[in-house]
């Protein structure tokens, strides 16, 4: 059953770390609703040429699209019928912390500018050292920059990064850059 609109639809967002109102909720749903849109229109420039099962390469973004569209009316009906219900309280700080989010950008923004000249498996060693340090300062950690600390980081960084970029190169033969040509670095 459908509940009524309640008068606090249009009530201003309340204070920071709770649940914002349903309008505010609504205007979520509505955003969703608009990216599966964005994605639909994606979806219309790839070619829909059937291949081996009769599935074209622009099934999956259609897919995605449809049941990212369907979430989106989801939530702006949730939002209509009372809000979020079951939600949680946000938590969290009040402000965001800036330090931590700037080591993390440096990560990505440094691996996806030095992929190229150093290679997969180490611009993505230097993203992951970046980032954990970007997270344990969110996380207020201390002895962040000591040498068993970063030395752990980087090793950490290192052995996810070589599976990975073996598992691509050499069995699923993806080409990723590389330091040497051998494709094994």
Known sequence: MVEPVSS?????PTEAG???SPRWQAAVGAAVVLVAAGMALGALQIPGDAGYGGVGP????WLC?????LCGVLLVREALTGGYRQAADGGGE???ALAPFAWVTAGLLLNAALIETLGFILGCTLCYALAVQGLRR???QQGLLAPRALAVDVFTGLAIAAPVFWLFTQFLAIN???LTNTGWL
Not at 65 to 69: G, M, Q, R, S
């Open 94 to 96: 009040p402000r965001a």
């Open 18 to 20: 709770s649940i914002p």
């Open 138 to 140: 969110a996380n207020g």
């Open 65 to 69: 699209a449809a049941v990212l569209a």
């Open 176 to 178: 990723l850059p590389g």
């Open 58 to 61: 622009n099934f999956l973004p």
């Open 8 to 12: 606090d639809l249009l009530a201003p």
